[in-house]
């Protein structure tokens, strides 16, 4: 009979919890970005307490582009796009700039860039510029560089835009010039190699936080950068 008890208890157990779950996934039944969205939704969901924890966390969004100097669609975004973003929340985010994107090292040391030895030449210089100044000085001279880079060579882009940077000018050309320029190359690239979770295939590529989304979500991300910012910044109160 105890024995009998013990099975039938354990049996509605079980039960119940299947009806629990199956009653949290029929209430949650909006996509996981809106989860934050209400605290009925994340009740609903299951994560009221990791929105809590990401709202009362009061620290910077951590904004990080991976991109290559000659891919085209970096170049529209950074030209027409995050400066603009960057100027709009620079009170909310924390810029981080990775110039390698689909770059490789080889075995003898070298870097091989997707659009040939000028992007190489262009990324170390602008690793040498990220090095070298914070970020609200060195965005605009990148924004520059991109935009001559599309019909000039780096020496000539770098001669245009110098003014951005002409208290430094010496300290980067010199990294440019010399084993630093390599150094920092390589530090991108293992920078890039280790985001987590979903690796870099494609440029450019948005990573929040040191979590790098699926290619999906990356799509989104370029497209609604200031919208998502703004959603974020609401829920943080920032």
């Given at each position: 009979m105890v024995r009998t008890t013990s099975l039938m208890t354990s049996f509605w157990s079980a039960l119940l919890l299947v009806v629990a779950i199956v009653a949290v996934t029929q209430a949650c039944n909006v996509p996981p970005d809106f989860w934050c969205d209400s605290q009925e939704i994340a009740q609903r969901c299951g994560v009221t307490h990791q929105c809590e924890s990401f709202k009362r966390d009061r620290r910077p969004i951590k904004l990080t582009l991976m991109y290559e100097a000659l891919c085209p669609y970096c170049q529209k975004f950074i030209t027409n796009q995050l400066g603009n973003i960057y100027n709009q929340f620079q009170n909310v985010v924390e810029l981080?700039?990775?110039?390698?994107?689909?770059?490789?090292?080889?075995?003898?040391?070298q870097v091989s860039c997707n659009h040939g030895q000028k992007e190489c030449?262009?990324?170390?210089?602008?690793?040498?510029?990220?090095?070298?100044?914070?970020?609200?000085?060195?965005?605009p001279f990148i924004v520059c560089l991109e935009r001559e880079l599309g019909r000039n060579n780096v020496e000539y882009a770098l001669s245009h835009c110098t003014g951005f940077i002409r208290n430094h000018?010496?300290?980067?050309?010199?990294?440019?010039?010399?084993?630093?320029?390599?150094?920092?190359?390589?530090?991108?690239?293992?920078?890039?190699?280790?985001?987590?979770?979903?690796?870099?295939?494609?440029?450019?590529?948005?990573?929040?936080?040191?979590?790098?989304?699926?290619?999906?979500?990356?799509?989104?991300?370029?497209?609604?950068?200031?919208?998502?910012?703004?959603?974020?910044?609401?829920?943080?109160?920032?």
């Open positions: 981080e700039l990775i110039p390698w994107g689909n770059a490789r090292l080889l075995r003898n040391g030449d262009a990324n170390r210089l602008m690793g040498c510029v990220i090095d070298a100044v914070k970020v609200k000085q060195a965005l000018y010496r300290t980067i050309r010199h990294c440019y010039d010399t084993e630093r320029g390599q150094q920092l190359q390589r530090q991108a690239a293992h920078r890039t190699a280790s985001v987590r979770a979903n690796p870099i295939l494609e440029v450019p590529y948005l990573v929040f936080n040191d979590y790098s989304p699926n290619m999906d979500g990356n799509a989104i991300s370029t497209m609604a950068l200031p919208q998502l910012i703004q959603k974020w910044k609401t829920y943080k109160r920032l």
